[in-house]
């Protein structure tokens, strides 16, 4: 059962056909990718997907409902979570509060109620730290729950964008390039752990990304784009030996590595 | 207490109620806001109509004027708060000047630019001191909140908190409203403590003078929000500086904080029961690292 | 009447042109409404002012120097007030915050050293006006305009026509692609700067021949921001559309209603096009890259 569908989407800037015609579905509980070359429109369909950019044509529905039109935050709350391509923390907070913001809909408590201290909000609020810290305690980052997440060295900023994104208990979760910067050890651990998060939260995943050893060894299914049209889907063996995929891409790539 | 204090506490806790609203809205939520002054004259003088027309009591006029400012800010600020943050603050800028023109203009009830002199004095002490602080109190417990938290991942970056599911607009209009209220009431108090309200004690130079306080502490922390509206009241007074080389510093000033410590005075530090006791355990950890340091001296 | 009115708004919608084009064109490179962009306006006023009387130099001289001024006082202003803010990619937030900042220092600077008094530009220009029927142009009026269509021209044919503009032009569209091509950013914001300044130099001279130079004349900034929104924030075509529209409009409302309500109608328009067309008359709003 397909969980997010894209039917001919299309998003032009002016003269600029960021995505043309895009079509591809995402079964429940896979994890796929959505690879090709810088400016292919790989970020443009995730702005699509999570409400940044309204589409010129076509549609995506998520769980048979459709997305259009429905505003960013809409979005993220009936499920689908995203980290960004350039990470996008929240600077002046601490790594606790990263995350432990991101768990605000787990909390109910109104405004009015915000104004006082009443017993039920503190409940909560416990409830969130909580929750908070055991999704730190999985990306290993508890103990700096105090330290300015702007302070953090990269491959723990990404890693703590992962878990302010689970925070959102989404049942699909879009990383854009979680690997980017990273050398083979901690792109090997990325893998593993993408892989642990998948199946102890129950996640669908869609993935963007360049390095090819994390799209070969992780995902189901893969499709290709480039210009903003597909050239390619299938299992990474399809798509590794797809003459297309190797001229428009691939082949750049084993030149690169 | 002599009139002269008090009155410099009473200034304060004006200019603190006004603060905090701001406080709130510009420094927490990131909206910038230039047009304080707009709701501080809807305050002022709808309470004054109250109290002087319909004789109404003093805490019913309070509130009305509060809630006048709450009530304006909610058709401002549902066409510019959906806009960058430049449009919003020229759009609050213009809503202070247009408040200043109409309230100039409508002669008949408003005693146009002339005013309106002979306001009861109900504003005192006690009074205003309790309300500031069940306000602060208040605010403080929404920033700690964890709609207070949603609000600074709207400052801090709108499109990420889009995506952890916070709806960006309704929390600036909410802070939007809790400023206009406090802002109202902040007015309402200075008109019934100065006894007379005119145009031109709302427009931009005072505008300017609220947001100064708030980018001197209170960006990031209400504490500093309370620390800078007492520094910034009480320093003036004492120092009676002439008012444009006042100005002058305030503006390098201004500069200076963005370059330096954007952060203002405090930064985020806030006076909790936490806080003390983690600056009582640094205090004394200093303490004891003397101590150990003169005893190691002692025995050369 | 209409047409007296007519001619008024066409020259105060001529000064708003020459401010409103400097301030989008800061506000194209480097995204931010320079709050402070009034405050230029009112030096290079001063400038051509104490040019004249101190200085006694010919018209023309005073308003390059006023140029000059101008585009030196905003370049120190970008050096002290932004650059660090850039350099960091401080939020915008704190540009506005240290715009402000700057406008109050300018502004009282201004007042305690110089003095709050208005001051007026010596007559430059016989003052009978021109006579067409029932229609009197004063002369000043004509040279507003004229200063104005040659300023707009000339900065017309640097942006479009030569290679520093259309490293201007790419700045304002992408600066980090822009600084890959080899465009120095910090080299473009200077130049930017320096013709937002110029331009705006020119204006000061313009409105205090007109009316009168004094310390807070850079109130006319938001007439400025106005007409950018008017017309299109970003851009240049548009503000100068949006400055006429705006000046023409404010007139009118002026005559027919009160002078009060000059100002009033001003923002009611800036609002009624928030509302209704928030991209402006020519601009396209752009969204922000995830």
Redesign the interface.
């Known amino acids: 059962m397909a969980i997010l569908e894209f039917n001919g989407l299309s998003k032009f800037f002016g003269g600029v056909k960021a995505v043309d015609g895009f079509s591809y579905y995402v079964p429940e509980g896979n994890l796929n990718a959505i690879i090709g070359p810088n400016g292919a429109g790989k970020t443009t369909i995730f702005n699509l997907i999570t409400g940044v950019y309204a589409p010129t044509d076509g549609d995506i529905t998520f769980h048979g409902e459709s997305l259009i039109g429905k505003k960013a935050h809409e979005i993220a709350s009936i499920g689908i979570a995203r980290t960004f391509q350039n990470i996008r923390l929240f600077p002046e907070f601490s790594v606790l509060d990263n995350v432990r913001t991101a768990a605000h809909q787990r909390a109910d408590y109104s405004v009015l109620e915000g104004l006082f201290p009443t017993r039920r909000r503190k409940k909560q609020e416990q409830e969130l730290t909580d929750y908070a810290y055991k999704l730190l305690e999985l990306v290993d980052l508890a103990d700096r729950a105090k330290e300015l997440s702007k302070n953090l060295p990269y491959g723990h900023q990404r890693r703590l964008e992962i878990a302010r994104a689970l925070a959102l208990e989404p049942k699909l979760l879009l990383l854009d390039e979680p690997a980017a910067g990273m050398n083979p050890d901690e792109t090997a651990d990325l893998m593993e752990f993408i892989q642990q998060i998948k199946e102890k939260f129950n996640l669908t995943i869609l993935l963007i990304e360049h390095h090819m050893e994390v799209v070969m060894g992780l995902c189901d299914d893969i499709v290709v784009i480039d210009f903003g049209k597909t050239i390619s889907r299938g299992t990474p063996d399809e798509v590794q030996s797809d003459p297309l995929v190797i001229e428009a891409y691939l082949g750049v790539g084993e030149d690169e590595a | 207490m002599s009139g002269y204090y008090s009155g410099i506490i009473i200034l304060t806790c004006i200019n603190l109620l006004a603060v905090l609203g701001l406080s709130l809205l510009t420094g927490f939520t990131g909206s910038f806001c230039f047009g304080q002054a707009g709701f501080m004259a809807v305050g002022a003088y709808v309470s004054t109509l109250l109290t002087m027309n319909y004789a109404a009591p003093f805490p019913l006029a309070l509130f009305a004027g509060g809630l006048a400012g709450l009530l304006v800010s909610i058709p401002l600020g549902y066409p510019t708060l959906r806009l960058k943050g430049d449009y919003f603050a020229i759009a609050t800028l213009g809503f202070a000047e247009a408040m200043r023109l109409i309230i100039e203009n409508l002669e008949k009830i408003t005693g146009g630019s002339r005013g309106i002199p002979g306001i009861p004095t109900h504003t005192n002490l006690p009074l205003i001191l309790v309300v500031t602080f069940f306000f602060v109190w208040l605010v403080r417990n929404y920033v700690s909140s964890r709609h207070g938290r949603n609000c600074v991942a709207v400052r801090e970056d709108e499109l990420a908190a889009e995506a952890i599911a916070v709806d960006t607009f309704r929390y600036k209009q909410i802070s939007f409203a809790i400023n206009g209220f406090l802002g109202g009431l902040s007015g309402a108090f200075l008109a019934h403590y100065v006894g007379f309200i005119q145009p031109s004690m709302f427009g931009i130079p005072q505008s300017t003078q609220l947001i100064v306080m708030v980018i001197f502490g209170g960006m990031h922390s209400i504490t500093g929000a309370v620390l800078a509206a007492i520094i910034l009241t009480a320093l003036p007074e004492v120092l009676r500086a002439a008012d444009a080389w006042r100005l002058v510093a305030y503006g390098a000033v201004v500069v200076l904080i963005m370059i330096i410590r954007p952060e203002g005075l405090l930064g985020s530090w806030e006076l909790s029961k936490d806080s003390l006791q983690d600056l009582w355990s640094k205090l004394q950890a200093r303490l004891n690292q003397y101590k150990e340091q003169r005893l190691a001296k002692a025995k050369e | 009447m209409i047409l007296q009115q007519l001619v008024n708004g066409i020259s105060i919608g001529a000064v708003y042109a020459l401010i409103a084009v400097g301030y989008s064109l800061v506000y194209s490179v480097l995204n931010?409404?320079n709050?402070a962009h009034g405050e230029i306006l009112m030096l290079g006023s001063y400038v051509g002012f104490f040019a004249l009387t101190q200085l006694n130099v010919p018209f023309v001289l005073s308003i390059a120097l006023a140029m000059i001024g101008a585009g030196v006082i905003a370049i120190l202003m970008e050096k002290?007030?932004y650059r660090?803010?850039r350099l960091r990619q401080?939020?915008?937030?704190?540009f506005?915050?240290?715009a402000?900042?700057?406008?109050?220092?300018?502004?009282?600077?201004t007042?305690?050293t110089i003095g709050p008094n208005f001051r007026t530009y010596p007559d430059v220009l016989p003052t009978q006006p021109f006579t067409l029927g029932n229609l009197s142009i004063g002369r000043i009026d004509l040279l507003i305009f004229a200063i104005t269509v040659i300023s707009l021209a000339m900065l017309t044919w640097l942006i479009y026509r030569t290679k520093l503009g259309s490293a201007i032009r790419a700045a304002s569209y992408n600066m980090n692609v822009a600084s890959l091509m080899g465009i120095n950013p910090d080299l473009i914001v200077m130049i930017v700067f320096a013709l937002a300044g110029s331009t705006a130099g020119i204006g000061g001279v313009l409105f205090g021949m007109k009316y009168t130079v004094y310390p807070w004349m850079g109130a006319l900034t938001?007439k400025a921001?106005?007409a950018a929104?008017v017309g299109g924030l970003g851009s240049l075509p548009g503000a100068v559309l949006g400055a006429f529209v705006l000046g023409i409009t404010e007139t009118f409302a002026a005559a027919f209603v009160?002078s009060?309500?000059r100002?009033?109608f001003?923002?009611?328009l800036?609002?009624t096009i928030?509302?209704l067309r928030?991209a402006g008359l020519l601009g396209t709003l752009t969204?922000?890259k995830?």
């Not at chain 3, 401080?90 to 704190?94: K, Q, R, S």
């Open positions: 931010f409404s709050f002290i007030g660090a803010l401080a939020p915008l937030l704190y506005m915050i240290s402000m900042g700057l406008s109050i220092f300018l502004q009282n600077f007042i305690v938001i921001f106005i929104v009160s009060e309500f100002d009033l001003a923002y009611t800036m609002i928030i509302v928030p969204q922000e995830a």
